[in-house]
């Protein structure tokens, strides 16, 4: 199962550099109505232990599990512009399954197979059927309802995204992530085996190929970059000139190497 990520080009680069993915805590994401789809109560009191707390960005969700956003294609329009620089960054794909935890139910709080966000046009409030542990030792001790409705709930407006998230329960990280700081946001990295990252598509208006007006260094720096993963494949996304639709081409990176050469040579003749 190949999901995508839609990045900058500087986090693309520094994604395959590092050979690491980085997971965040929902709280720090962009839809103010994460973990939102909870049983409601006027004071709080009267509700399943862990929805204990009306608030969308204090509550027990927010802060202790890290997630991974994905998403099932590599071309969409809007997340291009949004997520990717206007174009100008990257899609990258990873064949899940080259990463055992990514779908171990042992590991994930919720694991790629049962991470498919699910869109509504109403707020499910009600308390969830199901009744749980006071504690998380795992995610069998908290029903599959209870991990759809703190993680995999958003409005139908979201429905464009296609996502798919991979959820981890904050205990005990240190074991299985390495933490940096954006700001006051910590960003949590988790290091991927060398033939998990299968595609790369770069964004119809990304510095990279000579066509684009691209940087030299920039090249070199993919290219750099993609020889850690072996069974990584190149593209470009283009624009279609006869619809509102983009498509994506394989890239030879050796091809690449003399559009280059033949670029340089050009300009020493201007």
Same mark, same amino acid.
């Given at each position: 199962?190949?999901?995508? @990520?839609?990045?900058?080009?500087?986090?693309?680069?520094?994604?395959?550099?590092?050979?690491?993915?980085?997971?965040?805590?929902?709280?720090?994401?962009?839809?103010?109505?994460? &973990?939102?789809?909870?049983?409601?109560?006027?004071?709080?009191?009267?509700?399943?232990?862990?929805?204990?707390?009306?608030?969308? &960005?204090?509550?027990?969700?927010?802060?202790?599990?890290?997630?991974?956003?994905?998403?099932?294609?590599?071309?969409? /329009?809007?997340?291009?512009?949004?997520?990717?620089?206007?174009?100008?960054?990257?899609?990258?794909?990873?064949? !899940?399954? /080259?990463?055992?935890?990514?779908? =171990?139910?042992?590991?994930?709080?919720?694991?790629?197979?049962?991470?498919?966000?699910?869109? &509504?046009?109403?707020?499910?409030?009600?308390?969830?059927?199901?009744?749980?542990?006071?504690?998380?030792?795992? =995610?069998?001790?908290?029903?599959?309802?209870?991990?759809?409705?703190?993680?995999?709930? /958003?409005?139908?407006?979201?429905?464009?995204?296609?996502?798919?998230?991979?959820? @981890?329960?904050?205990?005990?990280?240190?074991?299985?992530?390495?933490?940096?700081?954006?700001?006051?946001?910590?960003?949590?990295?988790?290091?991927?085996?060398?033939?998990?990252?299968?595609? !790369?598509?770069?964004?119809?208006?990304? /510095? !990279?190929?000579?066509?684009?007006?691209?940087?030299?260094?920039?090249?070199?720096?993919? @290219?750099?970059?993609?020889? &850690?993963?072996?069974?990584?494949?190149?593209?470009?996304?283009?624009?279609?000139?006869?619809?509102?639709?983009?498509?994506?081409?394989?890239?030879?990176? !050796?091809?690449?190497?003399?559009?280059?050469?033949?670029?340089?040579?050009?300009?020493?003749?201007?």
């Amino acid at each position: 199962m190949i999901l995508y @990520k839609y990045v900058s080009l500087e986090a693309g680069m520094k994604i395959m550099e590092s050979q690491a993915v980085g997971f965040s805590e929902a709280r720090d994401f962009n839809d103010p109505f994460e &973990t939102a789809a909870r049983p409601r109560s006027e004071d709080g009191s009267n509700l399943p232990f862990l929805f204990s707390c009306n608030n969308h &960005t204090t509550n027990y969700w927010s802060s202790n599990f890290a997630v991974l956003s994905l998403t099932r294609q590599p071309l969409n /329009k809007l997340m291009l512009a949004h997520y990717a620089d206007d174009h100008k960054g990257m899609v990258l794909g990873f064949d !899940v399954s /080259k990463i055992p935890e990514f779908t =171990s139910e042992e590991w994930a709080f919720i694991p790629a197979q049962s991470g498919n966000v699910i869109y &509504t046009a109403t707020m499910p409030t009600h308390p969830p059927i199901s009744t749980d542990s006071h504690s998380i030792e795992s =995610s069998e001790s908290v029903s599959l309802e209870t991990r759809q409705r703190a993680f995999l709930f /958003k409005g139908a407006d979201w429905a464009l995204e296609e996502e798919v998230r991979i959820v @981890k329960f904050l205990r005990g990280y240190e074991r299985f992530f390495d933490v940096i700081y954006l700001g006051d946001r910590p960003l949590y990295l988790y290091e991927i085996p060398s033939d998990s990252l299968v595609e !790369v598509h770069l964004g119809c208006r990304a /510095k !990279v190929l000579p066509a684009t007006n691209g940087e030299h260094c920039n090249w070199l720096r993919l @290219k750099k970059a993609m020889k &850690t993963f072996e069974s990584c494949r190149l593209f470009h996304i283009d624009v279609d000139l006869n619809s509102w639709e983009v498509t994506s081409r394989e890239v030879e990176p !050796v091809a690449y190497d003399g559009y280059w050469q033949l670029h340089f040579d050009r300009r020493a003749l201007d």
